[in-house]
């Protein structure tokens, strides 16, 4: 019976790629690819001749059936823009659709930038919790943000170079100045792992370029938190009709608290 072979691509360096995923590549019938432009250059490399059409989060809806009725016919690769297939990405919908015809799916495992980042970061690897492409909007952001505040697994996320600063922001305002890696261009030639506190990570990246995966440290059991001196402080700018939003930052500043937590002690005083 014709399968259905997730097939993982290098994430920059060709190199990386397993000797099984190319005799994949080099016996399937056909490889449904998110961007050919990119795949074709691994399959040049390899000098692969399998033919190739596109499969992407704009032509996925019309191609599915097109790969499904091929998967009748014999064998189907999936290759992904980078990485694992299926992991935020189109490939999701084929693979279910697959297996819900009953089509073998089979998994050739290799590169993967979520592990990677993981791995190099220097953070905790016991347990994390993945969140993918972050949100566009700030405040869609910042609640998927407080969704995870309080959890001590380590946080992942993908982010593109002209949304890092305020989603830096963003993060150090919700999570507070907690320890974080932001791994650029991985395997790349400009490849850089950046590992500090968020608010260095702000004064560090000025004009960012690359493509950027966030490791962030879970909440930890001795994080500050809102002590009676502090609820005094925050007492007394509110008597003395601060805003919350000036008072929060200015105790902030003063104590190393997260503003989530200076907020929710703040809203207490009312």
């Not at 995923?21 to 399959?43: C, N, W």
């Not at 320890?179 to 850089?192: F, G, Y």
Request: glycine share 8%; charged share 25%; with cysteine.
């Amino acid at each position: 019976m014709p399968t259905l072979y997730i097939v993982a691509t290098p994430i920059g360096n060709l190199e990386d790629v397993s000797f099984r995923a190319l005799r994949i590549l080099s016996e399937v019938q056909l490889i449904a690819a998110e961007d050919t432009r990119k795949t074709k250059r691994l399959l040049s490399t390899y000098a692969i001749k399998t033919p190739l059409t596109s499969y992407h989060e704009h032509s996925k809806g019309a191609k599915l059936s097109h790969l499904l009725s091929c998967l009748e016919q014999g064998d189907v690769a999936l290759v992904s823009e980078a990485g694992m297939p299926g992991i935020s990405d189109p490939g999701y919908e084929l693979v279910v659709a697959a297996i819900e015809r009953g089509v073998p799916v089979v998994p050739i495992p290799g590169p993967s930038v979520l592990v990677t980042a993981l791995a190099v970061s220097g953070l905790s690897t016991n347990e994390f919790t993945y969140l993918g492409f972050l949100p566009r909007k700030k405040g869609q952001r910042r609640r998927c943000l407080e969704q995870v505040a309080d959890g001590e697994r380590t946080i992942i996320a993908f982010e593109a170079p002209h949304r890092l600063i305020a989603t830096l922001e963003d993060i150090l305002d919700v999570l507070g100045d907690r320890r974080i890696a932001i791994c650029r261009e991985l395997t790349k030639v400009h490849e850089e792992v950046f590992r500090g506190i968020v608010s260095a990570a702000l004064a560090y990246f000025r004009e960012p370029l690359g493509e950027f995966t966030l490791v962030m440290e879970g909440k930890q059991k001795g994080d500050r938190v809102v002590t009676a001196s502090i609820e005094g402080e925050l007492r007394r700018l509110y008597q003395e009709g601060f805003p919350a939003k000036k008072a929060v930052s200015l105790v902030a500043e003063l104590t190393g608290v997260s503003k989530k937590e200076l907020y929710k002690a703040w809203l207490k005083l009312g």
